[in-house]
């Protein structure tokens, strides 16, 4: 017979893994830990973003760019560290399912720019 462990709440974080999640819509939802990477300092709702992806389309990177065209300010959720990124018309270029939300595990591609593999989901909803 299979031994069952008890779960304690400390043992795991989800916000200690920098995840981006791409919500029904198109909105890009980044936890603390994402933002933490992509803003190490300063406001994130100061930040502005381009979209950015690989010529094969699995690799989508979030830059943090200075305001102009195509630019997209992080947005803060009200009482939480998770900010939001509109990217409905970028995730429709993709031609992503966005009728369910799914989340990616990101890192830093560079410097500027938090990135993750969409064909790398951690889960799916």
């Given at each position: 017979?299979?031994?069952?462990?008890?779960?304690?709440?400390?043992?795991?974080?989800?916000?200690?893994?920098?995840?981006?999640?791409?919500?029904?819509?198109?909105?890009?939802?980044?936890?603390?830990?994402?933002?933490?990477?992509?803003?190490?300092?300063?406001?994130p709702a100061e930040v502005r973003v381009g979209?950015?992806?690989?010529?094969?389309?699995?690799?989508?990177?979030?830059?943090?760019?200075?305001?102009?065209?195509?630019?997209?300010?992080?947005?803060?959720?009200?009482?939480?560290?998770?900010?939001?990124?509109?990217?409905?018309?970028?995730?429709?270029?993709?031609?992503?399912?966005?009728?369910?939300?799914?989340?990616?595990?990101?890192?830093?591609?560079?410097?500027?720019?938090?990135?993750?593999?969409?064909?790398?989901?951690?889960?799916?909803?």
């Amino acid at each position: 017979m299979t031994k069952l462990l008890a779960f304690t709440r400390g043992e795991r974080s989800s916000a200690a893994e920098p995840i981006v999640t791409i919500q029904k819509g198109g909105i890009f939802s980044l936890n603390e830990a994402a933002v933490r990477l992509l803003v190490p300092e300063g406001d994130p709702a100061e930040v502005r973003v381009g979209f950015r992806y690989s010529e094969d389309g699995k690799l989508v990177g979030l830059e943090r760019v200075p305001p102009g065209n195509d630019t997209y300010p992080l947005r803060k959720l009200r009482g939480s560290r998770s900010v939001l990124v509109s990217g409905r018309a970028f995730a429709r270029h993709l031609g992503l399912d966005l009728n369910r939300s799914r989340r990616f595990f990101a890192h830093m591609h560079d410097p500027q720019t938090l990135a993750f593999r969409l064909d790398f989901d951690e889960t799916s909803s």
